[in-house]
């Protein structure tokens, strides 16, 4: 049961500006690489989180997506990041996760904030991603899929529960609610990696970045300035509690229906 080294990088993004983002987080990520295990980048870090998604959007082939892989094989570790990806005529809020070996895997966002017409820009994924780094099973989702406990719900599939996001300063409350809340009913360690500073479009964001753990407590938190967090979470810790505490064992069982077509 090996430990796992996680880095979170909360940081100020540079708006629709996606060179600017790689080059600030390539300074970030090769301070971090040798005592981690898993590098997590903000929700649509290459650009904020904007609706004009023709304008910034690339493709899996792209400068972005390619840059990702080069970090990963040359600082030998996994590194995932939110960005906003074209496809067949769409667009995607995904995010995309490269091992040092090459491999490369993504997850698009479930559930689109319609008060500000993401789901009116881009189009929802219809499956999770669990992906499994020294030994444990991560599922990475986006921002506002924090808000819905079904989508997030632990099928004993995963020890990691991992939101990247852009969480508004406004509602940061919840923010701060939630994270611990996903880690108590899934019995496992819930992070989440904000971004700071303010956007193109005057939205201002808080960070608090965190990493909770399966009773709820806050192992790490960040303030509002950008940061590097590190942690080192323990699998035993986490395996000891689910045995002595099995309430998955109590769970419902559910099914969800009325997926949308990829």
Known sequence: MQNLKLTL?????????????????????AAAAPRSDLIVLPETFTSGFT??????????????????????????????????????????NRLVWAQPDGALHSYDKRHLFR???????????????????????????????LRFPVWSRNRGDYD??????????????????LLPARAVENLCYAAGVNCTGTDGNGVAYAGGSMVADYLGQRLMHADEQPAALNIELDMRKLARYRDKFPAWKDADDFSLADQPPP
């Open 9 to 29: 990088l909360q940081m100020q993004l540079h708006w629709h500006d996606a060179a600017a983002n790689r080059e600030s987080a390539s300074t970030l990520i």
């Open 51 to 92: 609706m004009e998604a023709a304008t910034v959007a690339e493709d899996m082939a792209g400068a972005s997506v390619n840059w990702l892989r080069q970090q990963a094989a040359q600082h030998a570790t996994d590194i995932c990041a939110g960005m906003i990806v074209q496809h067949e005529g769409r667009h995607y």
């Open 115 to 145: 008060m500000v017409g993401e789901r009116d820009v881009y189009t929802p994924g219809n499956r999770r991603l669990i992906v499994e780094v020294a030994g444990w099973r991560v599922c990475p989702l986006i921002c506002y899929d």
């Open 160 to 177: 990691l529960l991992l939101y990247v996001a852009n969480w508004p300063a406004a509602r940061r409350s919840a923010w701060e609610t």
